[in-house]
């Protein structure tokens, strides 16, 4: 990509103002005072790339009040606020066959902050043409997805990018963001200098710095990790649909108080539906499915002649049968107390847990407010009374040798242990419902049963028929019982099969899981990251870094950050403690930050890479960082091919430490007067 012109376009009462610029290939210098509007000029360039994200939000409230505001003109009397009317930025870039300009509204009434037009040509070099214009959208749903209207996918097509999908935090994936590469290349100002890649906005990519460096050198590991990705994904759609087919098995068992038994919580490799077992809850025990069928056949057996037993069988039979009923209701109620115990229990544990939960979070704020008062260097925090600087302990109790009270530490591990062991209480309690309630299902099933038949035998008892209505009740229950218990192991065995299958091809996806690389890096992709060690070290090296032995420098595999002993190199914080994560002066960590960035370029294009060979620098040269070390930069950003950068620097507000600074640099200078902003949109 190469951006080649730019221009501010804001309409006011008092007349029309803005800003025009023309960038080349190569090495672009902005050249301004500190207050005469370098930053918002690169603000707006990012803006109309829609990447305000990496300023901080979205729209156009992360723009300068002279972009959407008012403007102050000097040379009006007073220099009174003048509003605005309308304002927009215009880019106009090139992607070696294609060039289009970028058009979009800062402050307008009639079009949105998420429209954006694409003109299809070289509006901002020759105005005069007749172009046609794709209207476009961006920071809403589908933006960057959406192939003739999402704009980020629009621009991503022109540069000709096929941003990968990513593994997100949430276990699923994510396509790596447009916003997430452009963080490596336009590096604002006031956070961009804090970090390797400091803006990325937060899209819950998991090592999203990682993915981006990889991206922009082309590695290979985005495919192989597809393919891992593919398998996992794979195998946990065949544990979820393992789950799903357990739940309709239970739904099934339920209807009939069925217990089935031996199947695995997750899906193992070698399950064997023969091994499963099928049970059915009669009164208050469990017996084998068959033997259940065995007996109910044997009833419709007994039955098929329906005659008439003597008065004294039928009322031996009725007594028989309503002990059966009394047992069955003390059966029920004894279930059911159990039921109203658990429930009960399990209210007293949520009661335990909750205080539980409540200690345990006043525990770890306090730990995390020691912790942070260590990093402030307070004397609570090192258990020293502020007052009189004698050692104090984190308890209120009173000491003796015989009773040492635990600290902030142990609590939290001790409180966590307890809420771990209430949980498996509630786990177990509610178990123990559900197991009762199935018990109580199938009791009141055979209540209603019984009843039936007492019904039943009583009548038979009055009529003097010779047809017992007993028995004609008993065969068309064992009848539609046979029928009901058929059809639901039919229903399960089919089940049974289905996830026979299923732990067939899990092991055929563990097995195809296990041949994957333990490394998701290839040969290829190993030697591009070794040139990127290489280049590193050389850039850190020319550019002047001192805070450590660049020999001693690697980039790290897991987080293709540079390393030191096997610590991150970073930023020292203080002077009086280095912390763990620091390593480097300020000055030193922000010529890291420009040997990093452009040795991925420079890895990239070597590589016929991914990087768009576009970077912009907003003031480089932080914290005093002298004019050698700058020189250098501007020598190197000038002397890569196939690189256009955009730097903005003040200098010092010194033409000598200008001059310095560019000294043996081929540059296109950018001079900005004492405000970006004029009446006259003239050309720099």
């Given amino acids: 990509m190469k951006i080649n012109k730019f221009k501010l376009s804001i309409d006011t009462d008092s007349g029309d103002y803005g800003f025009n610029c023309t960038f080349t290939d190569g090495l672009n210098i902005i050249k301004g005072n500190n207050s005469s509007g370098k930053s918002t000029l690169i603000q707006a360039i990012f803006y109309a790339f829609g990447m305000e994200e990496l300023l901080g939000g979205e729209g156009a409230s992360t723009m300068p009040y002279a972009l959407r505001d008012h403007i102050v003109d000097s040379h009006l009397a007073g220099s009174r606020k003048i509003p605005i009317i309308k304002s927009s930025v215009y880019v106009e870039i090139s992607n070696g066959k294609r060039t289009i300009t970028i058009n979009r509204a800062i402050r307008?009434?009639?079009?949105?902050?998420?429209?954006?037009?694409?003109?299809?040509?070289?509006?901002?070099?020759?105005?005069?043409?007749?172009?046609?214009?794709?209207?476009?959208?961006?920071?809403?749903?589908?933006?960057?997805q959406h192939k003739k209207a999402g704009f980020f996918r629009c621009l991503e097509d022109f540069l000709g990018l096929e941003l990968p999908l990513v593994p997100d935090n949430k276990g699923g994936e994510s396509k790596l963001y447009i916003q997430t590469i452009f963080a490596a290349l336009f590096i604002e100002q006031k956070r961009g200098w804090t970090d390797y890649i400091a803006n990325i906005p937060y899209y819950a990519i998991r090592n999203v710095k990682k993915r981006v460096i990889e991206f922009l050198l082309d590695c290979d590991t985005f495919s192989n990790e597809r393919a891992i990705n593919t398998i996992q994904s794979e195998i946990s759609r065949i544990h979820n649909n393992w789950s799903e087919l357990k739940t309709e098995i239970r739904l099934i068992s339920e209807r009939n108080s069925l217990v089935v038994d031996g199947i695995d919580e997750r899906v193992p490799v070698d399950f064997n539906k023969d091994l499963v077992g099928i049970k059915y809850f009669k009164g208050d025990y469990l017996v084998d499915i068959s033997e259940q069928l065995i007996e109910l056949n044997g009833?419709?057996?007994?039955?098929?002649?329906?005659?008439?037993?003597?008065?004294?069988?039928?009322?031996?039979?009725?007594?028989?049968?309503?002990?059966?009923?009394?047992?069955?209701?003390?059966?029920?109620?004894?279930?059911?107390?159990?039921?109203?115990?658990?429930?009960?229990?399990?209210?007293?544990?949520?009661?335990?847990?909750?205080?539980?939960?409540?200690?345990?979070?006043?525990?770890?704020i306090a730990k995390k407010l020691k912790d942070f008062g260590a990093e402030s260097n307070l004397s609570i925090a090192k258990e020293i009374c502020p007052t009189c600087h004698s050692p104090i302990k984190d308890s209120l109790l009173i000491m003796d040798d015989a009773f040492e009270p635990m600290s902030i530490?142990?609590?939290?591990?001790?409180?966590?242990?307890?809420?771990?062991?209430?949980?498996?209480?509630?786990?177990?309690?509610?178990?123990?419902?559900?197991?009762?309630?199935?018990?109580?299902?199938?009791?009141?099933?055979?209540?209603?049963?019984?009843?039936?038949?007492?019904?039943?035998?009583?009548?038979?008892?009055?009529?003097?028929?010779?047809?017992?209505?007993?028995?004609?009740?008993?065969?068309?229950?064992?009848?539609?019982?046979?029928?009901?218990?058929?059809?639901?192991?039919?229903?399960?065995?089919?089940?049974?099969?289905?996830?026979?299958?299923?732990?067939?091809?899990?092991?055929?996806?563990?097995?195809?899981?296990?041949?994957?690389?333990k490394s998701t890096y290839t040969s290829n992709d190993i030697k591009k990251l070794k040139d990127l060690n290489v280049s590193f070290k050389k850039l850190a090296s020319d550019f002047g870094y001192r805070s450590a032995p660049v020999a001693d420098v690697e980039i790290n595999y897991d987080t293709l950050s540079p390393f030191l002993s096997g610590l991150e190199l970073r930023e020292i914080k203080t002077k009086e403690k280095i912390d763990l994560k620091?390593?480097?002066?300020?000055?030193?960590?922000?010529?890291?930050?420009?040997?990093?960035?452009?040795?991925?370029?420079?890895?990239s294009r070597n590589n016929d890479g991914n990087h768009p060979g576009v970077i912009i620098f907003d003031e480089p040269a932080q914290h005093s960082m002298g004019t050698n070390g700058f020189n250098k930069l501007l020598r190197t950003l000038a002397s890569q091919p196939s690189l256009q950068c955009i730097v903005a620097a003040s200098f010092d507000e010194s033409e000598e430490v200008f001059v310095e600074s560019t000294k043996d640099v081929v540059f296109n200078l950018i001079e900005l007067g004492s405000k970006l902003i004029t009446a006259e949109e003239v050309e720099c």
Avoid: C
Avoid at 328 to 351: F, G, W
């Fill in 409 to 517: 530490i142990e609590n939290i591990a001790y409180l966590e242990s307890q809420l771990r062991m209430v949980k498996k209480y509630i786990d177990g309690s509610n178990h123990i419902i559900s197991q009762r309630e199935r018990e109580l299902k199938a009791v009141r099933e055979e209540i209603i049963r019984v009843r039936g038949v007492i019904l039943s035998s009583k009548i038979d008892i009055k009529n003097s028929d010779s047809i017992s209505e007993k028995d004609i009740r008993l065969k068309i229950q064992a009848e539609e019982k046979i029928q009901s218990l058929t059809n639901d192991v039919e229903a399960i065995s089919n089940l049974l099969e289905k996830m026979t299958m299923m732990s067939q091809v899990y092991k055929i996806k563990v097995g195809e899981l296990s041949k994957t690389p």
């Fill in 299 to 364: 009833q419709v057996e007994n039955v098929g002649k329906p005659i008439k037993p003597t008065t004294e069988l039928l009322i031996n039979s009725l007594e028989s049968e309503q002990s059966e009923l009394t047992r069955l209701l003390s059966v029920q109620d004894a279930l059911y107390r159990d039921v109203l115990n658990e429930k009960s229990n399990i209210s007293q544990y949520e009661v335990n847990k909750t205080q539980i939960v409540v200690d345990l979070n006043n525990n770890k």
């Fill in 108 to 144: 307008s009434a009639d079009h949105d902050t998420k429209l954006v037009k694409i003109i299809d040509g070289e509006y901002l070099s020759k105005p005069n043409d007749k172009y046609s214009v794709e209207y476009t959208y961006l920071h809403d749903k589908g933006s960057a």
């Fill in 582 to 603: 620091t390593d480097s002066s300020a000055s030193d960590f922000v010529r890291l930050i420009w040997s990093y960035l452009i040795s991925v370029f420079i890895v």
